[in-house]
């Protein structure tokens, strides 16, 4: 089988390639759009292939990430999920939200979880991040989805015991930390209008979306990322992570629940 995913998302760049080292799965990759983070439809269907020619493998899967952590927390409208919900149908494969920061594009697009996602097959949600709990991921999907999820989590080492502690603090930040995202979202649209303001490099001519923020040194800097990195700590007990596209040019700095005005 193949899937078909971002070239510059989360499944593609930074899971170890896991999918093709645990699940034997070929990927298919579609670089996104620089400005809304979408994979051409067009694109799609170019690289979809049946079950009919022995040199094929049979394209199972649509992944999209949304929000779209690597090209700057983009939240994907609830249109496009139909778009390509309607697509996958057409052809004969399935539609896998990777929505470890679903919330934020839920709140983002002033939707809910169930319109943004109601043409996926399948949707991840990581219950820390913007929304605050310690630990802990859930997979949403049909009975026949969940049982085969467990499956192949029993296959990998199986699950957690004792994991009752670990729903309560999940169900609390579902229930109480999904409308504050707005305000992780103010916060980083504050912080890029001040970098962009201030000559800064931005991705997507400084638009911010969510709680990601992408920037890189202004051209005339001479600072190194090393020294910027270490005053931010020092001086101001800021921590920020660079090394990201554009040559390692550009730093990561998100908003979320332990970040205040």
Same mark, same amino acid.
């Given at each position: 089988?193949?899937?078909?995913i971002?070239a510059?998302?989360h499944?593609?760049?930074? &899971?170890g390639?896991n999918?093709?080292n645990?699940?034997?799965?070929?990927t298919?990759?579609i670089? &996104?759009?620089? $400005?809304d983070?979408?994979?051409d439809?067009?694109?799609?269907?170019?690289?979809?292939?049946?079950?009919?020619d022995d040199?094929?493998?049979?394209?199972e899967?649509?992944c999209?990430?949304n929000?779209?952590?690597?090209?700057?927390?983009?939240?994907l409208?609830?249109?496009?999920?139909d778009?390509m919900?309607?697509l996958?149908?057409e052809?004969g494969?399935?539609?896998?939200?990777?929505?470890a920061?679903?919330?934020?594009?839920?709140?983002?697009?002033n939707?809910?979880?169930?319109?943004?996602?109601?043409?996926?097959?399948?949707v991840?949600?990581?219950l820390?991040?913007?929304?605050?709990?310690?630990?802990?991921?859930v997979v949403?999907?049909s009975?026949?989805?969940?049982?085969?999820?467990?499956?192949?989590?029993?296959?990998?080492? #199986?699950g957690m015991r004792?994991?009752?502690?670990v729903?309560?603090?999940?169900l609390?930040?579902i229930?109480?930390?999904?409308?504050r995202?707005?305000?992780?979202?103010?916060?980083?649209q504050?912080l890029?209008?001040e970098?962009?303001r201030? #000559?800064?490099? $931005?991705m997507?001519n400084?638009?911010?979306?969510?709680?990601?923020?992408y920037?890189?040194?202004p051209a005339?800097?001479?600072?190194s990322?090393e020294?910027?990195?270490? &005053?931010?700590?020092?001086d101001?007990g800021?921590?920020?992570?660079?090394?990201?596209?554009?040559?390692?040019?550009?730093?990561?700095a998100?908003?979320h629940l332990?970040?205040?005005d």
């Amino acid at each position: 089988s193949e899937m078909i995913i971002g070239a510059n998302s989360h499944i593609c760049l930074w &899971e170890g390639g896991n999918v093709s080292n645990l699940g034997g799965i070929h990927t298919r990759q579609i670089y &996104e759009h620089e $400005m809304d983070a979408t994979l051409d439809q067009q694109a799609i269907r170019d690289l979809f292939r049946l079950d009919i020619d022995d040199h094929w493998p049979k394209t199972e899967l649509l992944c999209l990430e949304n929000t779209h952590n690597m090209m700057g927390g983009v939240a994907l409208p609830p249109s496009y999920i139909d778009e390509m919900g309607s697509l996958c149908r057409e052809l004969g494969m399935a539609l896998h939200i990777d929505g470890a920061r679903i919330m934020n594009a839920v709140v983002a697009q002033n939707v809910t979880p169930a319109e943004m996602c109601r043409n996926a097959d399948s949707v991840a949600i990581c219950l820390s991040k913007g929304l605050g709990a310690p630990l802990g991921s859930v997979v949403v999907g049909s009975t026949e989805v969940i049982r085969l999820a467990k499956r192949a989590r029993k296959r990998c080492g #199986g699950g957690m015991r004792q994991a009752g502690v670990v729903a309560a603090m999940g169900l609390h930040a579902i229930k109480h930390n999904v409308d504050r995202l707005a305000d992780d979202h103010n916060r980083a649209q504050r912080l890029g209008a001040e970098l962009y303001r201030n #000559g800064f490099e $931005m991705m997507r001519n400084g638009k911010i979306d969510t709680n990601i923020v992408y920037f890189g040194l202004p051209a005339e800097s001479q600072v190194s990322s090393e020294d910027f990195c270490r &005053e931010l700590v020092d001086d101001y007990g800021i921590k920020v992570t660079g090394g990201y596209s554009s040559g390692g040019k550009l730093f990561r700095a998100c908003t979320h629940l332990g970040v205040n005005d």
